[in-house]
């Protein structure tokens, strides 16, 4: 080995823990690595190559011109530049050995060429002064499981456009998606993935660049600046990241030394037929590198508040995809690698970031996702309850008429919901080919389909589990989502929508400041059910508690548009109870003007509650009651 080399960066220890696996900052060594000595500046640029016959870099410090690397040890290749190369263009040229050389990009590149051009380019990792210091202190106080987490999740591309179609830059979404989103009443924005891809309709699910900020919104500096605005305005960033899989376009990490490098060897476990991408190999010690030292990136230079791992059966499972699959050695479908790699990138994040929030979104009955390492879990912090997602659009998009005999399609989530620590998402993947908005799943007319999408909400801020909207469900936009155009804002003008609108606003400000909406999201003492088993008239009632024993919300759900009255409701305290909302409200976009009177109870033992009270129901609708003025204890 070179002994300047090993003398100037540390190189033997860095290669040393990268190619065992257990290099947390693998960023800091691979890539362009600027180098000061005194007044000159100067760049390194190291690539694990290790199966390459030979390693050239070109680009405008070169002409163009391919120049040798030299092979130093562990499969790094290295060069260095005695000049400042800040913002130059450059290639890899691959010799795999056939006489051929493949160009590649960078894999440690911060930054890239927007597509369809794919140089890298020479950028530095800024030492960004932040002033979010307050911030991070107090997400590492909390209980993220006791807490509100709201999220709103958004596709920077088409959240907003300039009138020619072009993107929003970092610094126009600070100033216009932060005020928006806090108005609303969310905790978190949770971006569809930054990193760089070169096809915008994979909205971003297909990396070539996955250390490099998306350069269609801005740079790395800019992101940095985005986050630390969110942050001193009281939001929190997550991310989505694609451990799993990876674009198989020959200029990125496909194959990158002219064999299986990131990839698996075996075929049938490298091809990723339904996505038409690569799956890493996840047991490789120098992916795990490379992947956990990724996370690490985003978290820590960018302050992202939290990881939502993308398809994680992907890595689960070897017969997840379409097509062929080799079992393991034990015989079964596990890719018991892929656990292994799950359980040390969350124990690896939790030791280095602790407050960061680890959501996997995972379609499978697998056992154990937010289970800790140590009881034999994965790890996560977070599951998406895809299952309970399915159901409940499943009953509201059938026609009200039928829902009450289909109530355990709302109602099933009980017997499990304890069994992880869940999310419940309303995501993008919802509102694409062919499955309409929201507000297109619904049938009737717009007033009926407004007045149900309330209700869907309304329902869905009450029962236990956090709670993610995608953009634009808030606004009950009509069309599906379209990656390509901005959402329909000017629904805004029409009749039902800002009502719509300010009763998202106003639902969310309540699952923010009463703590029955979210304190016990994940403990048995979280719920009381009153009433799951109304098959005639389609009426859920459960209470809401907050570890207050006089701080609790009744929630009645009337999933049929006809009103009751007069429905006895079961409540575990005598005194006074007020309506605290009413989904059906003019303000709304219904048409009760007047507020439900405050009700007494009646000493009449209802629902397994000592006391009950008697009010009306209106059609379509949800209904949050608490106490007012109450006395006694509960039997």
């Known amino acids: 080995m070179n002994s300047e080399l090993a003398k100037a960066s540390n190189f033997e220890k860095d290669i040393y823990y990268f190619n065992q696996g257990t290099h947390r900052q693998a960023y800091k060594f691979l890539g362009s690595q600027r180098v000061e000595d005194g007044s000159k500046i100067g760049y390194r640029f190291n690539v694990w190559a290790p199966n390459a016959k030979q390693v050239f870099i070109q680009g405008d410090f070169t002409n163009w011109n391919l120049k040798e690397l030299e092979y130093i040890d562990g499969g790094i290749w290295s060069i260095y530049f005695n000049e400042d190369l800040k913002g130059q263009h450059y290639k890899y040229g691959i010799d795999n050995g056939i006489g051929h050389i493949e160009y590649k990009m960078d894999p440690f590149a911060y930054r890239h060429e927007t597509a369809p051009k794919d140089a890298s380019i020479v950028w530095d990792l800024p030492n960004y002064e932040w002033n979010d210091s307050n911030w991070i202190k107090d997400q590492r106080k909390k209980n993220i499981l006791e807490e509100p987490l709201q999220i709103y999740e958004v596709h920077f591309s088409s959240w907003r456009q300039h009138p020619d179609g072009s993107d929003y830059s970092f610094q126009e979404l600070a100033e216009t998606l932060i005020p928006y989103v806090k108005k609303m009443g969310y905790t978190h924005i949770e971006l569809m993935p930054l990193m760089d891809h070169p096809l915008d309709a994979s909205w971003g699910y297909q990396i070539t660049g996955f250390y490099a900020v998306c350069g269609r919104y801005g740079t790395v500096d800019e992101l940095q600046e985005f986050v630390d605005y969110a942050h001193q305005n009281g939001i929190g960033v997550l991310v989505d990241w694609v451990p799993g899989h990876y674009s198989r376009n020959s200029n990125g990490l496909s194959y990158f030394d002219g064999t299986p490098t990131f990839e698996y060897e075996d ?39 939290g990881i939502r791992v993308d398809a994680v059966s992907n890595m689960l499972y070897l017969d997840f995809d379409e097509g062929p699959w080799t079992p393991n050695e034990e015989g079964t479908n596990i890719k018991l690698e892929g656990v292994d790699f799950l359980q040390k990138l969350n124990t690896v994040v939790h030791e280095e ?30 599951k998406w309850n895809m299952g309970w997602m399915n159901d409940t659009l499943k009953f509201f998009e059938m026609d009200p008429l039928y829902r009450p005999k289909n109530l ?13 620590n869940y999310i419940l998402p309303y995501s993008h993947d919802e509102v694409v080919h062919g499955k309409h908005s929201m507000l297109g799943k619904i049938q009737g007319d717009r007033y009926n389909q407004f007045a149900t999408l309330r209700l869907i909400h309304g329902y869905m801020m009450a029962q236990p589990g956090k709670v993610l909207h995608f953009m634009g469900n808030e606004i009950g936009q009509y069309l599906e989502w379209r990656y390509y155009n ?29 703590k029955s909406l979210h304190q016990l999201d994940h403990s048995v003492d979280g719920l009381t059910v009153l009433d799951a088993d109304n098959y005639g008239e389609g009426v859920l009632t459960f209470i809401r508690h907050s570890k207050k024993i006089n701080d609790f919300l009744i929630i009645i759900c009337n999933f049929v548009p006809v009103q009751r009255e007069d429905v006895r409701i079961g409540v575990p305290f005598e005194g006074t109870y007020e309506v605290l909302l009413n989904s059906e409200m003019k303000e ?22 000592p006391f009950s009270i008697k009010t009306i129901i209106p059609a379509t609708s949800v209904l949050y009651i608490r106490p007012k003025r109450i006395s006694g204890v509960k039997k």
């Open 408 to 420: 355990t399609l709302i109602t099933f989530v009980f017997m499990y919901q304890l069994n992880e």
């Open 353 to 382: 970031w602790p407050q960061a929030i680890m959501m996997a979104e995972e379609s499978t009955n697998w056992n154990g996702i937010t289970k800790s390492v140590d009881e034999g879990g994965l790890g996560f912090d977070f």
């Open 588 to 609: 709304f976009g219904g048409t009760w003007v007047d507020p439900i009177p405050d009700i007494k109870t009646e000493a009449l033992e209802t629902n397994d509650q």
């Open 486 to 514: 901005e959402l329909e804002w000017i629904d805004l003008e029409r009749e039902f929508n800002r009502e719509y609108q300010h009763y998202m606003s106003t639902l969310n400000h309540l699952g923010l400041k009463e």
């Open 267 to 305: 075929l049938n476990k490298a091809n990723n037929v339904g996505w038409g991408t690569l799956n890493f190999d996840l047991g490789r010690t120098q992916v795990q590198s490379f992947l956990i030292s990724n996370a690490l990136f985003w978290l820590k230079e960018f302050h992202i508040d």
